[in-house]
């Protein structure tokens, strides 16, 4: 007897109540098979073979309970202000954690216990003010910490403790004002550190001390007034510098001397209007070229022959400066206006002429 007999006599009026449930098992079985279903309230949830990834937007509320096997959560413009101690009990393999454009205001000192394997924690665009100290004393494995434009005024080194791994910390776009000397010493593995967009007025020369693999440093968009020589003595790897729209009038002899891969070099935007000889000894041609280039523009540079040694290396490096026609004389009157790179060569110029009794261009 075929197995279908008994619906073969039934009319298409029995049957037509049946489709749109057959349509819908169809159409779960199909998302099945691709990873997808729906599941809890504003949220997605995909399993593959690496794990299941959860990702949330307007949620009402933080979801629960986690998956088992979960590797990835995303809770994300749900305006939460607060999380559950709990939020991630259970969750042993989660990898990465995206807590962005919330509202949060604190988080619960035991919040990252139960994630020992977590490696990105993103908690752009909320409304923390202050970091529980222990909160990372479990996060051995955490590699990228994103703390941006959030209301940080203060840090405090405890806060930081435990993160071993860390190579990656962004804390840009906070009101920070200061910075204890002690903060970073621990993060020994840190190759990018944004401090970029706060409101600092002076590092201490001994904030990098520790940060041996250090590659990228961003300070620009802050108040500070003077580069220290011994700020970066120990920055050897570095290879890109971001100091731009600043309000710097000072760099320290010797400021750039340990830089010798340095490719990428940012002071526009400042007010600097010299700087001290032998400074730029390390950096670009003859010794090793500045691959990404040299921004100098924005500044109100005095072109008297205290700047000689600046425009020889320009003449050097020419090719990798950005804004040439922005890198302009502020001082003397007779000059103002005038590209750097134009003194300069006016003043090779002069000094290539044997014998000359002529005056040099730049004034004394």
Known sequence: MSPWNGEANQSPEVLQPRLPLLLLLLLLSGTAIL????????CVVWHSQNGTSVSCH????????LPADISHLSVEFSNLTELPADALQGAAWLR?????????????????????????????????RELPPQLFQ??????????????????????LHGLWALRFLDLSGNGLRTLPPGLLS????????????NQLGSLSPHLLRGLVRLEWLYLQGNQLR????????????????????????????????????????????????????????????PHRELKEGVDLSGNPWLCDHKLGDLLSWLLRNQDKMFFLNNTR??????????????AAREAEGWAGEKGSNLPSPLPA
């Open 58 to 65: 307007s949620a009402p509320h933080f979801p629960s309970p």
């Open 186 to 197: 621990n993060l020994r593995n840190l190759q990018v550190l944004d401090l970029s967009d």
């Open 329 to 342: 004389c502020a001082r003397p009157k007779v000059w103002a206006g005038r590209s750097l790179l134009e």
């Open 96 to 128: 990465e954690l995206h807590l962005s454009s919330n509202g949060l205001r604190e988080l619960p000192a035991t919040l990252l216990q139960p994630v020992a394997r977590l490696q990105v924690l993103d908690l752009t665009r909320n409304a923390l």
């Open 226 to 285: 003077e580069l220290h020589g011994d700020l970066l003595a120990s920055q050897g790897r570095l290879s890109h510098l971001f100091l731009s729209d600043n309000r710097l009038a000072v760099v320290g002899a010797g400021a750039f001397h340990a830089l010798r891969r340095l490719d990428m070099l940012d002071l526009s935007g400042n007010l600097l209007a010299s700087v001290p000889r032998g400074l730029w000894d390390s950096l670009g041609l």
């Open 138 to 159: 479990g996060a051995a494995a955490l590699r990228t910490l994103v703390l941006k434009q959030n209301k940080l005024q203060v840090l405090e080194a405890a806060w």
């Open 35 to 42: 990873g997808f279903s729906w599941s809890p309230a504003g």
